[in-house]
């Protein structure tokens, strides 16, 4: 690779799109040329618009104009989205039409039957299904979505076991990160030495989602895994780090020792590996019996590595266990840098040659 490739983001003033600010600085493949927010931030400087949370914003980046998510304004033809979903199902779809590659973060599309849900190390395969969405509504770019942020804490953990043994049933405690509800999310005295049970949608999308994620496509689309999943989702005071209580029943009956040994060995799918997101390791089993914590593990792979343990057998199901990983890399802007230097690397983005990567 000579030239990085200039991306833009869009809703880069929020929690997400920070992230992806942070994470797309400095990065080998990518340039960030634009980037977008709502009309609240247009025409000011990125450094005046975001309140910039985490280490240090480059002067390249702080001076970038903020410009309005439409796609006579911002020119990148690959676009990063970290768009409240509201705006991201028009605004997306916009984008999708005049020729983009939109890498989206919003709900708004995850679970049409055409869109690729993705989770790179998961299901790089579902890429195919770019195809068939770009048949079926005419686009000539297209829309590739990752998963909500505690889903893929749930389909990381249980994607090689359903590989080996077949998942059937998914009992799934959430302890969900502040940084989940954006910024300034959650507030004070309903977060201080709380739990709040309730995260509007949530449960919904880890029941609907992990079918998806782990299901197959053909040619009529995505066709969903038929587990049955149970989810309680909550909001804790922690900052980073989605964690999920899982108790799991199979179709096969492995002992905890297999299921450890597998847990152990995954590595994800080939294409996901060595490319500059790509986490050592994909999953690390912990043998303490405290672990994983947030505050400790959440940073493991530089955020990018699922953490797994307290792995024992289930009284009412087969195996239960704890998995946990950063929501807003893992489970947000590095899950979708990842899948655009995936697509990278297999010829889907636009102005890249495939293997180059
Ligand atoms: P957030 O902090 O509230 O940020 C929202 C962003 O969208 C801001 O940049 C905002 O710009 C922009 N925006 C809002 N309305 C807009 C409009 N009408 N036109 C253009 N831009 C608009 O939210 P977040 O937590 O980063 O979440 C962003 C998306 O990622 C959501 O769809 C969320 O569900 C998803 N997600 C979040 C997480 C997480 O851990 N936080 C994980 C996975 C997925 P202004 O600053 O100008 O208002």
């Known amino acids: 690779m000579t030239a990085r490739v200039s991306v833009a983001v869009l809703g880069a003033t929020g929690a997400v799109g920070q992230t992806f600010v942070r994470l797309l600085d400095r990065h080998p493949y990518f340039r960030i040329a634009e980037v977008g927010a709502s009309p609240r931030s247009v025409g000011r400087s990125y450094r005046e618009a975001a309140t910039w949370r985490e280490g240090e914003l480059s002067d390249e980046i702080g001076e970038l104009q903020v410009r309005a998510c439409d796609p006579g304004a911002i020119r990148s033809r690959i676009v990063f989205s970290a768009l409240d979903a509201e705006a991201a199902l028009d605004v997306e779809r916009c984008f999708a039409e005049s020729g983009a590659i939109v890498l989206s973060n919003a709900k708004s599309y995850r679970m049409e039957p055409d869109v690729p849900l993705v989770i790179p190390e998961v299901n790089p395969g579902h890429l195919a299904l770019l195809e068939l969405q ?68 949530e449960e919904e999308k880890i029941e609907e989602e992990l079918g998806k994620l782990l299901g197959t496509v053909g040619s009529d689309g995505a066709a969903h895994a038929g587990m049955v999943v149970s989810a309680h989702a909550n909001r804790v005071p922690v900052v980073h780090g989605h964690t999920a209580c899982l108790s799991v029943g199979f179709e096969t009956e492995p002992s905890v020792e297999e299921v450890r040994a597998v847990l152990a060995e995954w590595r994800g799918a080939e294409v996901s590996r060595g490319l500059p997101t790509s986490p050592p390791d994909v999953s690390v089993l912990r043998a303490e019996a405290d672990r994983p914590q947030p505050r400790r593990d959440a940073d493991t792979g530089s955020g990018m590595s699922l953490v797994i343990g307290r792995v024992r057998p289930d009284p009412v199901l087969d195996v239960r266990l704890v998995a946990m990983a950063h929501n807003t890399v893992r489970g947000a802007a590095g899950g979708s840098v990842l899948n655009a230097e995936v697509m990278g690397r297999l010829g889907l983005l636009p102005d890249v040659e495939e293997g180059s990567w």
């Open 134 to 201: 770009r048949e079926r509504r005419g686009w000539s770019g297209g829309i590739v979505t990752n998963a909500n942020c505690a889903v893929t804490v749930v389909a990381m953990a249980l994607a090689p076991l359903h590989e080996r043994f077949g998942v059937s049933t998914v009992f799934a405690t959430t302890l969900q990160a502040l940084s989940g509800a954006g910024y300034p999310g959650v507030s004070a005295l309903d977060a201080s030495s709380n739990i709040v049970p309730h995260i509007g949608g």
